[in-house]
């Protein structure tokens, strides 16, 4: 989309039939404000959405070291971004120039307007994305700035932990930013401190944990309530897929991780096979857009919210968290997904977060450039990193221990790799040993066939192997298969877990009213488009279960 047109769809003017809906809402509150009142402070949750009938309100930067106006909403145009709809901090402050008047309508209030006025509704929601979209591209936009090193794993993990939160940043890096330093002294920080995370001049943090980060930056928020009808352990597409259906036909629906929105699908630089988008989407923006989606219909995500342990009262899970809070949904459903096998390299280990990754996003990007790079693994998920890397690195390796590309990889990802000059194909070939100083400096391969061994130099290598399934905070009574995967439907009707006179349902595991979807299920399909299909059919299943037991 060319910039004027993202502007036109980010800041349209509402039409007098549109605001009428506003100001014919009981719950919609009138008033006036004087020049220089302040309606949201950036990092505020629980904000407003405000529609000016009269006056000005600029959307203001604070993030920076000099407040920049991103905005300026005039009569008939509305302030909010995605945040109003998924929760978390406002990313601008607020100001009133003029004597203004603004229709100031609650969170509560809006998304009864988005759902009742479909119209009025697609407008809004469309600019929340555009206003997104503007601001991670903007460069007079800040957010949250990152001091650290690229060699630092501490660092590695606050920035994917970020990307992963959708909260916009920038990244200083210690070894290539002259700025560097000074920053540091005027925070009062030192080089061993970082990462440093700062918001502005209010918030700084050193090297602060990824819960820290998230209270810090108003990302986590207590739950409101401690029993649900469906609580969804797990956020990536089958988590969100039925957070969408499940909280637009009327379930009170929380969706918990233990990281943030979008599993392994969410750092996807590029995905073409998903239907809808013969273009291709990212998974950061098909996240967004499922976020917004679920939030809409008033599901709740939150993240990062660890579910430890699951136990059974009187047959009905309770689900145990990290920070002490215990849920008591009637239905769960298990959707945590796998994540990347660790590479069984001599020295791997070592250099996790300083060189080895197992995501390729433009986080790294910056340590990729002109360099070669390695890429390991023959699924899709290696493809289309290697495919994203090879626009930036000189040169990309990609390792498959298969003799055949062919073999577990789509064949539309295939044959444009074998077109991609920059990328060579190495088959029949294992890394073997990995090693540098302070950060990756050669790695060894071998051709398993053959035995021959070679070096390559590199910087950065990137595994994409294997799957070992999130199910470890989970009891004896959800049975799993010999990898770990979680049994469901038919098969598990002779466990011995299973106590109901009625056979199992589709997704439901060996525990009645528990539920199974996506890549953590024994047997699913790995694909984006069939884990978000199973979640979605898992509502159905809820729906059926909860029938039956009333």
């Not at 060319?2 to 509150?29: E, I, K």
């Not at 407040?67 to 509305?78: E, I, K, S, Y």
Request: net charge negative; charged share 25%; proline share 5%.
């Amino acid at each position: 989309m060319v910039r004027q047109d993202l502007n036109a769809v980010a800041f349209p003017t509402l039409d007098a039939t549109q605001l009428g809906y506003l100001g014919g809402c009981s719950r919609t509150r009138l008033v006036r404000h004087a020049d220089g009142d302040r309606l949201v402070e950036a990092g505020d949750v629980d904000f407003k959405f405000y529609v000016v009938k009269l006056g000005r309100v600029d959307a203001v930067d604070d993030t920076g070291d000099e407040r920049t106006t991103l905005a300026v909403h005039g009569p008939g145009q509305f302030t909010g971004e995605v945040t109003m709809m998924t929760g978390g901090p406002s990313l601008v402050s607020l100001m009133v120039r003029g004597e203004t008047e603004v229709y100031e309508v609650t969170t509560e209030v809006l998304r009864e307007i988005v759902n009742r006025y479909p119209e009025l509704g697609d407008e809004i929601l469309q600019a929340f994305l555009a206003r997104r979209q503007m601001l991670t591209e903007s460069e007079d936009f800040t957010g949250a700035r990152v001091i650290g090193s690229q060699y630092s794993p501490d660092t590695s993990r606050v920035r994917d932990f970020l990307f992963r939160v959708r909260m916009p940043f920038r990244w200083l890096d210690i070894e290539s930013d002259p700025k560097v330093r000074k920053l540091l002294e005027l925070f009062g920080a030192r080089e061993e401190d970082t990462p440093v995370v700062a918001w502005g001049q209010k918030i700084l943090l050193k090297n602060p944990t990824n819960e820290q980060l998230a209270t810090a930056l108003g990302i986590h928020r207590p739950l409101k309530q401690k029993v649900y009808d469906l609580v969804v352990v797990g956020a990536g597409p089958a988590g969100l897929g039925a957070a969408v259906y499940a909280a637009s036909e009327g379930l009170s629906t929380v969706v918990l991780d233990s990281i943030g929105p979008g599993g392994q699908a969410g750092r996807s630089m590029r995905i073409e096979n998903y239907l809808g988008f013969p273009t291709g989407i990212t998974g950061a923006e098909l996240t967004e857009r499922a976020l917004l989606q679920a939030g809409k219909f008033g599901a709740n995500v939150s993240a990062p919210a660890t579910v430890t342990r699951m136990t059974f009262e009187n047959g009905y899970p309770l689900l145990q968290l990290d920070d002490g809070e215990t849920l008591a949904p009637k239905c769960v459903l298990i959707a945590t997904g796998a994540e990347y096998r660790r590479l069984a390299a001599e020295g791997c280990e070592q250099f996790e977060g300083r060189g080895v990754y197992y995501a390729a996003t433009m986080n790294e990007v910056s340590m990729c450039r002109g360099s070669e790079v390695i890429v390991v693994g023959g699924g899709n998920s290696a493809g289309q990193a290697a495919v994203f890397l090879s626009e930036h690195a000189s040169k990309v390796h990609l390792i498959v221990r298969a003799s055949d590309l062919y073999k577990d990889m789509s064949t539309y990802l295939a044959r444009r790799i074998e077109n991609t000059p920059s990328i060579e194909i190495l088959l029949d070939t294992r890394v073997k040993r990995i090693t540098g100083s302070s950060h990756v400096g050669s790695v060894a391969v071998e051709n398993v066939r053959t035995g021959e061994v070679w070096d390559l130099k590199t910087p950065v290598l990137f595994s994409f192997i294997g799957a070992i399934p999130r199910t470890n905070w989970l009891p004896a009574e959800v049975e799993r298969d010999e990898k770990d995967f979680v049994r469901t439907g038919p098969q598990i009707g002779q466990s011995p877990h299973w106590k109901p006179k009625r056979p199992p349902l589709m997704l439901e595991t060996s525990h009645a009213g528990v539920f199974a979807a996506g890549d953590v299920r024994s047997g699913s399909v790995k694909r984006v488009a069939s884990a978000v299909g199973e979640g979605a059919m898992a509502v159905t299943f809820v729906h059926e279960y909860m029938a039956s037991s009333r």
